[in-house]
């Protein structure tokens, strides 16, 4: 029985030690500060059977645009991959953010992560035009700062 | 002439390339992906002289308690400590938020942040209690991770 609930910030520990395991051991800690838990809770869900957590999104509204959302992270265990979990979890942001007046979500991923990159595709995401196309992917080069390309992806919803 | 405006998105590329060199070397720029800067620039500002950038502040409003503000990073130009700029920053950060609804601030820091430290406590933040006492200092281990121990402040404005 899988179920889904509204992320709290008791789930923070818990995530942050399997983090870099479900990303294939790329160190991803750091990008994952515990204000996201603490602050943009509302905004954020997890899916758990039997007590154990096996999939998490977390995102927030723009402040800037309030009428954009921005999903920042999103992990499946990957022994609970191909079985609907992150579909389910975006439906939930989705449901979450639309009736607080946003019609547009955004995320960005890494060009290497070729699984993110082909999920988000199959959900209905688009990826915005990039300054160069990687293996033929458009890519913003040094995004997140020298030598952090990103792909981004918009929705409207 | 030192001149105080609202952060931009297009100050990123500027404030991520001296970020690490800012804080003596530490790896931080994992921390300080864009979106803080596209999707909080609201609540972001940045301190110019002669159209160089030598201070910034940038923090959110929260999304679960809307009445509390965080300031996730604040950086002055080594050249340019103790002249004021942090003070600056803090008073435009408390002056846009508080309108807004908010009535108290938080922020973490690095138990070896000693001018973090110093600073935050000389304008009025206090720290709250943590799980242990480092060199004098209330901690919460592990705050943002394994290993990443904080000292959270607190201010009410």
Redesign the interface.
Known sequence: MLSLRQLEESDY?GI??VLDAWWDER?M???????FF??????GFVIETGGTLVAFLIG??????PS?A?I?FMGVHPEHRRSGLGTRLHKAFFDRVKPRGCDTVHL?TSPQNKKSIAFHSRIGYRIEEGDRTVEGVPVHS?????G?DRVLFTKEI
Do not use: A, C, W
Not at 38 to 43: G, S
Not at 142 to 146: H, K, M, Q
């Open positions: 520990p942050i030690t160190h800690t750091d990008m994952l500060p515990r204000l603490k602050h943009f809770n509302r905004t927030f509204i723009s402040q800037t645009r954009h921005y920042h960005v040094g995004y997140d700062g020298p952090e």
